[in-house]
């Protein structure tokens, strides 16, 4: 097993297998640089951009990291577009979006991902928040995601699907536009990168070393009292939907499992291809089901 080779995942990034993996991207990028900055030990790279509503030029980023790092509202021809740009602080929210094809209609053919045709993910800022939801089409192209109640800040909307029809027909799509929640939108300091997170009584333990641009193998095993969990049931078609958020501008990575699902005895080891598109810090949302309920688990993950 190529688990063999994993090395335990610390705050233990700034080595040379950093600088390899800037180089193997080809990235060198302001944005990714920017937020790598901010590791610093009094630094908190949220904080800056806070304030304002889009902290990177989604342009910038298709140069420097791979197109479907979810930054921009549009790509090749499709386009995210919502007539939302502010919702309201506390409230639940319906967020209209409709995405629009090369051809400039609404499109309304999409492919089954993770066994739904849309996934929408809303980030604040400063990765305090995350929503993780699936919304409904109506028939003419129109998606209403249901939001649970946003903190004031800035958030930012992704939506991650497979188009049916068109010349982008079968290829993955991660598009986003920031939403603003009026307010007082104070930051929280992202948490230190850490080797493992609590969350409803389970414990996750990452293994893996991540480097920017390149995909490694992650290992997540799930204990209960210390004992292996062995009763994790199917959610998406897999064991455990791991999202990524790089801390400061956001850029979006899904992280695919390679878990074989067998029936509601998933765990305690899950493997996933991490391939983080830029150094520094991300968020990792990890989801799990058992007994029924949805657990989201929450880890900060330093990629050299
Ligand atoms: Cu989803």
């Given at each position: ?72 509202a ?5 386009r995210l577009t919502s007539p939302d740009t502010r919702l309201t602080?506390?409230a639940a929210a319906a967020y209209r979006f409709t995405v629009t ?5 609404p499109l309304t053919a999409y ?5 739904r045709r849309m996934h929408v993910y809303a ?8 929503q993780h939801v699936h919304p409904a089409m109506a028939g003419d192209g129109t998606w209403t995601a249901r939001l649970a109640p946003l903190?004031?800040?800035?958030w930012r909307v992704f939506a991650s699907f ?13 598009l986003s536009r920031t939403v603003?929640v ?123």
């Open positions: 097993m190529r688990t063999s080779r994993l090395t335990f995942l610390a705050a233990t990034a700034a080595t040379c297998t950093l600088l390899l993996g800037l180089t193997a991207c080809g990235s060198g990028s302001p944005a990714a640089e920017g937020a790598a900055h901010g590791h610093g030990p009094a630094a908190s790279p949220t904080t800056p951009n806070m304030s304002s509503a889009s902290p990177m030029p989604s342009m910038d980023g298709m140069h420097d990291v791979p197109a479907d790092n979810g930054l921009s549009d790509r090749d021809g499709y602080p506390g094809a090369p051809d400039g209609r492919a089954l991902d993770q066994t980030v604040r800022s400063d990765l305090t928040g995350f903190a004031s800040g800035t497979v188009p049916d029809a068109g010349p982008g027909k079968g290829t993955d799509f991660v603003t009026p307010g007082d939108a104070g930051a929280v300091p992202l948490p230190a990168p850490a080797a493992s997170t609590t969350v409803d009584g389970y414990t996750m333990a990452v293994k893996g070393q991540v480097m920017a641009g390149t995909t490694h193998p992650l290992t997540v095993t799930v204990t209960r009292n210390g004992r292996s969990v062995t009763d994790l049931q199917p959610y998406l078609g897999t064991y455990a939907h791991l999202t990524a958020f790089h801390s400061g501008d956001l850029a979006f990575a899904h992280l695919h499992p390679t878990t074989a699902v067998h029936g509601d005895h998933g765990g305690p080891e899950l493997t996933f291809h991490a391939e983080l598109p830029a150094a520094g810090d991300w968020r990792l949302f990890l989801q799990f089901r058992t007994g029924g309920t949805l657990h989201t688990a929450a880890l900060t993950l330093r990629a050299g």
